[in-house]
Structures are given as C-alpha cells and as structure tokens.
C-alpha cells in the first residue's frame, strides 16, 4: 500500500512528543529495555523511527484480526509447489476427510466451521501427513491460517507426554494471546492438551521444566527459555510454527532469534511458516527457516470499484464538510460508516462535532497505544459505535469490507500532493463477486482537492457523481 508519509509527518509534527512518550511506552515493557530504548534513541534516530514502524506492522495485523469476525472468501485458485511434484496432492472438501480426533472435530465444527477454508483444503493435508511435511504458505489476513496451523499442534500432539511438543513464535505479545484464544477455542473439548505463553513478564522458576504441550509466544523468550533457561527441551519438539513471518521480519531482532529456536529443533521437527504477503525479504527468511518446504500460495481477491456508488460533495471549509455530513446522515440511514481524514487533528475535531450531534463516534488515533485502538475496533465491530472517524496512517492495511459507507473527509494524496489511488481503491473498494454494494463519499474543499478528484476518477474510469447535500431528495435516492 503507499505510504502516505506527508499525512505521517504532519501528525508526528502534530505530537511528536507525545509519540515518543507512547511508542515508548507501547514497545518497552521493562525498565531495562526502556533505558537501552532510551539510549538507542539518542544514539540513532534513523533506527528509532525503523522500531516505530515496526511496531506499527505488529499493530496493524492485530487490529486487522480483531475487525473481522468471518473468513475472507476468495475465488482465487491456490497455488502448490510441492517438495515432491511425482507424490499425490491432497485436498479435502471436509474435516471428517482428514480424520481428526473426535475432540478435535468437535472443537472445529464448536466454533462453527462447517467445511475447510480454502488454503486450508489444501494446507491441512499436508500438515497432517505423516510422515510430517514442512509448509511455507502465504494468503491474505483472514482466510484460514491461524485456525489451520492449530488444528495441525493439536494435531500432533500427544497428551499423555508432559512435555512440550510444538512451539509457535508469534510477532507481538498480543498476537500471540489471539493465536492462543484460538488454541484454548479449537481444544476446547480436548482439555488433556495444556498451552504455555512464553512471552515477557511470565516469570518462571529457574529448574523447572514445562509440562505444557503447546507453548506460544514470542521469539526473545521462547529462546530464553529454550536455551538459557532451559525450560524446554528443543530436541524434543515435534511442530514448529512460525506465524506472521512477514511482521516478524519487521522487527529487529526477531529474525534471528526465530533462526536461533529453529537451529536447535530436531531434523525430523515439523517447520511451518505463515505470511499474509511474500516480498522478497520474507521469502528468503522463509527458505532459512523451512528446508525443503512444499509452498501454498493464495492470490489476494482483487479489489475494484465496479460495485460501489461514488459521490463528491463541494464545499468552502472543513465546517461545511461536517455540515454535509450532517445533512447526509440527517437524509438517509446508514448502518455503520468509516470516515477518513488527512491529520488526526481534524479526525479528533470532527469525533467531537459528530458527537456533540448525538452520534455514537469512536475514533482511532495515533497516539493510542495498541490495546486501546484494539478496544476501539472491538467495540465498533460489534457495532456498539456506528461511526469511526480515523486518519488514513491509522487505519492502513485494515479491512473494512463489513462497513458499507465510507467518507473520504480528506481525500487520500501522497507526500507530493498527488492523489494517492491505492489507498483510494483500498478504502472504498470491494472484492470480486462477494462485495457487497457500497457506497463512497468524498469531501471536496478547494480546488486543489478538486482535481484531485479528477484525477482519481480518470485513473480508475469510474464516474464520480455530484452530490448537493442541501437537496434532501437528492440525498434520499444514493441510498435507493
Ligand atoms: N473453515 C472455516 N470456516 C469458517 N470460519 C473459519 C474457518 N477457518 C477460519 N475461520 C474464521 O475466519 C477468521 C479468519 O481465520 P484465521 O484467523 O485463521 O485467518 P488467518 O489467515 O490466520 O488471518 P490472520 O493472518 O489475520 O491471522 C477467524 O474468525 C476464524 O475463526
């Protein structure tokens, strides 16, 4: 997606003290680590923004999981590049075709899964194989990784053994306890089967050694307690997943200590790796984490505009866009929407306004710390919120596609003042034969923003209809 940095500086302009003292505070948890932050700051302020962005990729992904609540359908075709082209692939239409434990099956079909996704009708076979195959497979956030990799560990597992078998490096803290919910769901009538979360602060007892068979956390510690405090024993672990290897690689550091964890597993250990994308970067950590893998790719669903409904309303001020805004939501209905704007001193301003209206208005803003913008997101999702007003740098790379209105309040342009139609696409845009019709609404203050417009209505070839917010017959027939 393109960086819109211009909108990036002029919030980190906005706040840049406040930025430090949050990112901080999000990023470091110890005392320890905070003065080593703080003096790694002063020594590089290149690095410092690197580890900020970074953060922000492990935030992203997060939010992206916790604003959906269903698969992701796709009509894309997956593509496999087996280890061993002559052996047969396999793909299942159903979980009773992979002959999982009853407890297992029961856990799936308990959190309503009615037949596998479809990177899981082929991923799943192969994870389950015997003898184990190793697997690098890469699809878009939300259709079907994590539930897949944790039926394969619980899978694999054996009970009886009080020790721990599979490990699962996840990027971030919180990454990891959705990945573990999702074990604590899928096991639920499996309870013989005991997780771990090696993540910083769960402080253990120097000697002891784990009795979980499942432990999932975060490279730096799941390393600790392989190597320096050994509360694992590597050689005996039989699956080993890493997750999000894309986000993992954003952050210093991680690379190699998820090498340093694979380094010491057995030969015969099952190496699993997942990616929502698949730059080159990620694919040569790939390659150094997975020997001979077989590789499951799915295409993302091309976004277009062909089913949404584009209107622009002209207006003088920022004051007249909450106007027509005003007057839109006074003419017709609308379920939920995401409005969009350029700094997030203009988003926190029209959060106010619209409230002071009446309206049930969360707002997502930079300088939240991670858990709040999640709360944020949750609530919203469950439709506690009808509206989100957001900046573009805070929602990017998240997926909307439950909100049928969007507002462009700003419309979206790149540090040099052009229209930035990627992000355009992404905001309003619906996927194939799924999306749902929508409907999009672009702010236009000046004329500056005026050809703005233009331009993105010539890149994409769609018409962008005039909208006269004062004629509220008008208003009435975009929602027809
Ligand atoms: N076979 C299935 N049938 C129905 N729902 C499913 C199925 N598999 C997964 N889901 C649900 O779809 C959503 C996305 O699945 P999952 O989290 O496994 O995807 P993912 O590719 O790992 O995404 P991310 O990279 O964001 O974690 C979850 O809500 C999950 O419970």
Redesign the pocket.
Known sequence: MATDSWAEAVDKQEAALDSVRLNLRNTVHSLLSFSWMLGWILFSKRHFLYLVVSEDVGAQ?LL??LI?????NTTNQVEVLQKDPNSPLYSVKSFEELRLKPQLLQGVYG???????K??ETALPMMLAEPPQNLIAQ??????????FVLAMLSHVDPNNKYPQCLCVSPTYELAL?TGK?IEQMGKYYPEVKLVYAIRGNKLQRGMKLQEQIVIGTPGTMLDWCSKFKFIDPKKIKVFVL??ADVMIATQGHQDQSIRIQRMLPKNCQMLL?S?TFEESVWNFAQRIVPDPNIIKLKREEETLDTIKQYYVLCNSKEEKFQALSNIYGAITIAQAMIFCHTRKTAGWLAGELSREGHQVALLSGEMQVEQRAAVIERFRDGKEKVLVTTNVCARGIDVEQVSVVINFDLPIDKDGNPDNETYLHRIGRTGRFGKRGLAINMVDSKMSMNILYRIQEHFNKKIEKLDTDDLDEIEKIAS
Request: proline share 3%; aromatic share 6%.
């Open positions: 992904s992206n999981k959906r609540n269903n698969l992701v959190m309503g899964f009615n037949r596998p996704s990177i899981q699809s878009q956030s939300g259709t079907g990784k994590t539930a897949a959705q999702v997750d999000e997942f929502a």
